[in-house]
């Protein structure tokens, strides 16, 4: 592969030829803000949060459509690179309703770090702002097209990873909106609620409706597992508050990447159900009775004890679970085999 | 699988066949799309417009159960038009001439009097899976849930083989998995034939192996019965059952008969999460352990072993399935001490050859696909490289045969029963999370606007479904997503139980139940 040598702060770098210089920079060890650009979706240049300065350069380019070149001098934190971010988040927050206070994503917001690390409290432009109403009416997805920075993210996910394209650009100017076709509500929609927008949305715009309700950001503890549905086996982290789990977010599984489907990111809910078994149960003239742990195990490895005794192994059948882990399946196969003393187990593999 | 699920994405061409990759399969599906994207052509087989049909070049409306006969047909044009893999028939393959007279008879004109897909599609379809550098057949239960599921699948190794499309990256024969670990659950010796790593429970070395790692005496050789054959002789031949985590009261054919097969047992244990519709008949039930509750292992489609994390504590009194087997092993007189899943994993990996190579520390890492047997094996992403399992890969010719249960004058329809996007199986999990069901919770029958009209069915009416087992209600959604003589809906709703009415009959090798096809009559309640 070829590589072109350019000049980043003053320190020269190597890189591959069709690098950007976003990524040339990042590979140097310069970190350079943007909300548009994702490494998995096409490359829009549309936030200009990434500006540099390249001398040469008529006047500062985003870093994130521009390729590196021999030679290049690129300064990405120089004073007037500095001034434009800053005009860029205060014109974003001259349209932005400022209620972190209660968003829910609150201390996961790319605006909102920005405006921390360049000190952005406030916006010196006034002018009209929008008031569209929040979009809640489904039990996925909350969308609040008032705290859209319109970076498109969203619209790439659906288009380019999930390959449904529910949503896109409507209108024009200060009055674009990323919305379904015919600007209605994603459940009238073709949308699938995948909630693959939601995880790239760089801002409150899009948030998982029951999440963001029940915990702060910085208060779950997240625990990578495997999804219970299909054979897919999508890795995602279990976000996990007060002992409970409260929502399920996208991590770097091997499989799945952040992509998950509606069940995986949105089915957890059965985990805290208030019809789960918590007890043992035995049914005493046809009605169950709770029971200790003790009394259970005891009732069935009697039971199963004389089937075998006075009808023999085969006369025991076990079935076992797909849903359950390999450990419990290895295990369930010994005791049928090792302990039953037969090959009657079987497990839903068919159905 | 034999190929990894981003393999998927480097096919150039797709046959899907009984599969609704992204309903069932949501992430599957972007696989398929984006291979779509990189300019890969797909072919569909399935009897309905799913979705991932409507984004094929070629949908092949086959009739249910006619899959041997277009499979066939593809063979037949790809032999007669001399398209196959030379090279690869004569260096991997044998019984070659068998399968060349075999489907000499499959002329895509007969196949097409056969299947309903026209002869000049089959033509097509085989001429682009033959041309393809990686072709890829996807397919899951639409292929398998018939009384011919294994022939089906036999005819789908036929063809990669012929075309060579088998043993390289992005080509070859994927069975997408159904449920998370049905995978594992087959590795772990869940079947009534095979220890660990289908280890035959007939071969005395495999026996004689794992007597002296679990310290018994002897062990039986005699394979097992399999669910089916457990529900016909309940009552008589078995007397007691433990079920854990499955629901086969509504997942299995004929689900009157299940009933009636678990009621008359002396004993019935079942383990699980929620008091399913099979745990109401049970004697005991055992308060199991979810997903989140518990660590362990998951295998997927692709033979990639993953971990599992605890996150949070048991809820109530529940217990993790393997602390409960172990609890129940050792009241029979067989102690079972472990102290974590990890340590049920390395028994695993030491009588697994195809996990010897996997530990938990390992899985840190990332998963690992088998097979893995070594600590320094990188794990395997598609099998069959140089040679099959068996050596050389074997041919085997295989005849169309049609359904158990045709429709008749009676019961004039065909029913064929499958999943749908928002919703899991028997609907245990998904008819409870607060947000699935509340989006979609009622469901509903395809109809075909045709047979509407004749039945004077409106879109919304309620209709009664009938088969020769079985009927049930529900709301009718009139349209062309099933052609004129079908009908299909989930088996998601305990409300519509539509495994009540579902046939029973089996492949005679796999002993999979015909639940793709049978005989039912709709009408308006």
Not at chain 1, 92 to 112: R, V
Not at chain 1, 223 to 251: A, H, I, W
Not at chain 2, 285 to 314: I, M, W, Y
Not at chain 2, 343 to 354: G, H, V
Request: some cysteine.
């Amino acid at each position: 592969m070829a590589e072109v040598s350019l000049t980043i702060n003053g320190k020269q770098v190597a890189v591959t030829k069709g690098t950007t210089v976003l990524n040339a920079a990042r590979q140097a060890g310069f970190s350079i803000p943007t909300f548009c650009d994702d490494p998995e979706l096409s490359k829009v240049g549309a936030c200009r949060m990434c500006v540099v300065e390249i001398p040469g350069m008529r006047n500062l380019p985003a870093s994130c459509v521009t390729e590196a070149m021999d030679g290049m001098e690129v300064y990405t934190d120089s004073p007037a690179v500095v001034e434009a971010r800053k005009t860029i988040l205060e014109l974003l927050l001259a349209n932005h309703p400022l209620d972190c206070l209660t968003c829910g994503k609150n201390g996961e917001c790319l605006l909102q770090d920005y405006c921390y690390q360049y000190g952005v409290g406030e916006t010196i432009f006034t002018g009209e702002r929008h008031t569209y109403d929040t979009e809640a009416e489904n039990p996925f997805i909350v969308r609040d097209m008032n705290k859209c920075i319109v970076c498109g993210k969203c619209v790439r996910a659906c288009a380019e990873i999930q390959g449904k394209n529910i949503v896109d650009f409507a209108y024009r100017g200060f009055d674009t909106k990323v919305t379904p076709a015919m600007d209605v509500p994603l459940s009238e929609s073709e949308c699938v609620f995948c909630g693959n927008c939601v995880a790239v949305c760089p801002t409150g715009a899009l948030q998982e409706k029951v999440l963001r309700a029940r915990a702060r950001t910085w208060e779950v503890e997240k625990v990578k597992t495997t999804c219970p549905y299909c054979g897919t086996g999508c890795n995602f982290e279990l976000n996990v508050k007060d002992g409970q789990v409260v929502g399920v977010t996208s991590c770097n599984g091997d499989v799945n990447g952040r992509a998950l489907c509606v069940k995986g990111r949105f089915g957890y809910g059965f985990i805290h159900h208030p019809d789960r078994l918590t007890k043992p149960l035995i049914k005493k003239d046809g009605e169950f009775k709770e029971a200790s742990w003790d009394e259970a195990i005891g009732l069935v490895a009697d039971n199963l004890s004389r089937i075998k005794k006075d009808h023999g192994s085969g006369a025991l059948a076990v079935l076992s679970s797909a849903r359950c882990t390999n450990e419990e399946n290895y295990l369930l196969q010994k005791l049928t085999r090792a302990v039953f003393g037969t090959n009657n187990i079987d497990h839903c593999a068919r159905l | 699988m034999t190929n990894g699920i981003d393999e998927i994405s480097g096919a150039d061409f797709i046959l899907a066949i009984g599969t609704n990759t992204t309903e069932s399969h949501p992430i599957i599906g972007l696989q398929v799309k984006k291979a779509l994207r990189k300019g890969a052509a797909l072919a569909v087989a399935d009897p309905r417009k799913t979705e991932v049909a409507s984004l094929a070049q070629h949908h092949l409306q086959l009739k249910s159960g006619s899959d041997i006969a277009l499979l066939n047909g593809l063979a037949n044009v790809i032999i007669n038009e001399d398209l196959y893999d030379r090279e690869f028939v004569s260096g991997r393959t044998e019984n070659f001439e068998a399968l060349k007279e075999s489907v000499a008879q499959y002329t895509p004109e007969y196949v097409q009097g056969i299947t309903g897909v026209s002869a000049g599609v089959i033509r097509e379809v085989a001429r682009g899976y033959a041309g393809a550098k990686n072709g890829t057949i996807l397919y899951t239960m639409g292929l398998t849930q018939h009384i011919c599921g294994t022939h089906n699948v036999l005819a789908v190794a036929n063809l990669a083989m012929l075309c060579g499309h088998i043993g390289k990256e992005s080509s070859g024969v994927n069975p997408l998995r159904g449920q998370n670990n049905v995978q594992g659950a087959c590795d772990m010796g869940a079947l009534p034939n095979v220890f660990t790593g289908y280890q035959g429970v007939a071969l005395d070395e495999a026996r004689a192996k794992f007597a002296k790692a679990w310290d018994v005496a002897a062990l039986a050789g005699e394979p097992g019965l399999t669910v089916g054959e457990m529900m016909d002789i309940a009552g008589k031949g078995v007397r007691g059952m433990y079920i854990m985590g499955e629901n086969p009261v509504l997942s299995d054919p004929d689900g009157g008969h299940v009933v009636h097969a678990l009621e008359s047992l002396d004993f019935l244990v079942v383990q699980d999460i929620f008091l399913t519709e099979t745990a109401a008949l049970a004697d005991v039930v055992l308060p199991a352990a979810s997903f989140a509750e518990k660590d362990g292992t998951f295998t997927n489609s692709e033979r990639r072993v993953q971990r599992v994390r605890k996150a949070v504590e048991p809820i109530g009194d529940a217990k993790a399935d393997w602390e409960i087997i172990a609890g129940i092993s050792t009241a029979m007189g067989y102690p079972m001490g472990y102290c974590s899943a990890e340590e049920i994993f390395d028994e695993i990996a030491a009588l697994t050859p195809s996990y010897a190579g996997i530990s938990y520390a390992r899985l840190e890492e990332g998963g690992l696909q088998w097979p893995c047997p070594a600590p320094d094996h990188p794990g395997t992403t598609y099998l069959h490289k140089d040679k099959f399992v068996r050596g050389l890969g074997k041919f085997s010719p295989v005849e169309y045969i049609p359904p158990a249960e045709e429709p008749d004058q009676d019961y004039p329809l065909v029913l064929s029963t499958g999943r749908r996007h928002f919703h899991y199986h028997t609907g245990t999990m998904t008819q409870r999370t607060g947000a699935l069901e509340e989006f979609y919770g009622e469901e509903y029958l395809e109809v075909n606007q045709n047979d509407a009209a004749k039945l004077d069915i409106c879109d919304g009416d309620k209709v009664k479904v009938t088969s020769r087992r079985g009927s049930v209600k529900v709301q009718a959604r009139v349209g062309d997503v099933v052609p004129e003589g079908m009908v299909f809906t989930s088996f998601h709703f305990p409300a519509v139980a539509i495994n009540k009415l579902t046939n029973a009959q089996r492949d005679p090798v796999a002993k999979i139940p015909e639940l793709k096809v049978c005989a039912v009559k709709v009408e308006k309640d």
